[in-house]
Structures are given as structure tokens and as C-alpha cells.
């Protein structure tokens, strides 16, 4: 059972109940899929209504969230309309003429992994920062590691300032006017951010497990999320204005740090 959580909102009410409807139609798949006094004619024909019932919802829905983003001037709306796109390309795939009962129980169990991963990597990943993006590029205080972040384990709160550090290094790098061309020295820092944030979330998810914490499933997925988006940086894109392209990357970095610790990390539990 998928349930909508505290941590799942973003404030904004359609776009909130929107998101209900997901996690509804997640728990009805899961359902379907777990009676067993379904015919197999029910199950195809439940196969069928919930995949026009996503596609309704990718049609709608993104349409609802990217008109409200575009409305507020929000940063991240090319990055959201990119994850818009797969999911509905994945829903769009789906052929509904030529299914039949096998094939109807095949797109049923992809749909359950592909939606349960989803709910966590894109709702508590991205859309939560809907319409909260601070501006922290060329901030100090703001890039700096502070006593409100703590969670009051020791280590992760040491990794987590090192965090903080490398993105105050490539905050601190982009200042740099003499520099005319940052290109190698960001893709440098780039790198050594990619490799302590694998380093930490392995830190962190082995201290949950030892503890045997009830969220480490959930922090696992919004960790791969995190190391997806540093992986799918494109720096080809930088060479046309870098300077902003970097200011971006820092502030959506920053806001992902912060939230995922405010929201996520502070609940673990210090044994």
C-alpha cells in the first residue's frame, strides 16, 4: 500500500490531489494483481482502463504542473518537462489493441515498478521543490553547512558539510572572472561531487540497515534519483553560457540537499 505522505506535498492543491490520484491508481494496480477471483477477462479489461487512466494523467496533469511553473518563472521547468516526457513516452508505449490477457498482466507488473519509482524519484525528488527553488548561487551563508541541518549522527552530518563544500567550490570557481573558460575546472568538481555523493548515500544507507530503519527503502530510491540527475548533467550545454548554466546547476543542487536533509535525513534515528 502506497500511501500519500506529509513529505509528498508541494502546497500547491491540484497539483497535491493530482498526485493522490497516482498513488490511487498504484494501490488499484497492486490490487488487481493480488486478487486472484479476477477472470481473465477482468484483468485485461482493468489493464486497459488504468492505462488510459495514465495517459489521461500525463496529459493532464503535466499540463496542469508545467502551466503553474511556467506562471511562477520557475527555474526547473525545462528539467521537469524532460521527466514529463519519458513517462509519457513510457504510458504512450503501451498498445492497446493488439493486448491480450498475457500481455495485459506483463504491462500491469511493469506499470507497478515503473509507477512505484516514480512516486519517489519524481514527487519526492523534483515535484516537492515546485515553486521553492532559493536562489543560492553567490550566497555564502546560504552554501554554507549550519547547525539547522544536523541530524545529529555524526558522520552524516560531517558528510553532509563536505557536501556543502564542494558546491561552495564551484560556486567559488564560477566567481572567478579571470577565468574565460571554466569548462575543465567545473567538469573537475563535477566529478569529485558525483563520487562523495555515491560515497555518502553507501555511508548513510549502510548506517540505516544496520539500525534497521523503516525508510531506508525510500531514502534508497530518492538517493538513485540524485545520483541520476548529477548523472545526466550535460555540460555540452555549458559552452553557450556558462556562467548561468553553473549559477542553475548550484541552486538546484543546493535546494535538493537541503529539502532531502530537512524533510528525510533528520528522521533517522541516532543510536
Known sequence: MYQFTEDCLTGHEIIDK??????QTINEIAGILMDESKSAEEVLQSAK?????????ASNHFAHEEEYMKGICDPELQRQKKEHKVFTEKVDSVDLDTMDVSRGIRVLLDMMEYLSLWLYRHILSSDTLIGKI??????????NFSDKYCTGVDFIDQEH???FEIL?????????????????????????????TVKHFQDEERYMESIQYEGLAVQQNLHQS?????????????????QGYIDELIDFLANWLINHIMKMDQKIPVV
Open 168 to 196: 561552495s567550490d564551484l560556486d567559488e570557481l564560477n566567481r572567478k572572472e579571470y577565468l574565460s573558460d571554466r569548462y575543465d575546472a567545473v567538469v573537475d568538481v563535477i566529478e569529485e561531487l558525483k563520487d562523495y
Open 134 to 143: 532559493q536562489v543560492v548561487h553567490n550566497n555564502s551563508v546560504l552554501l
Open 226 to 242: 540524485f545520483i541520476d540527475k548529477i548523472e545526466n548533467i550535460n555540460l555540452d550545454d555549458m559552452d553557450e553560457n556558462q
Open 49 to 57: 482502463n488504468l492505462i488510459c487512466t495514465l495517459k489521461d494523467y
Open 18 to 23: 493530482e498526485h493522490r490520484q497516482l498513488f
Open 161 to 163: 558539510r563536505r557536501l
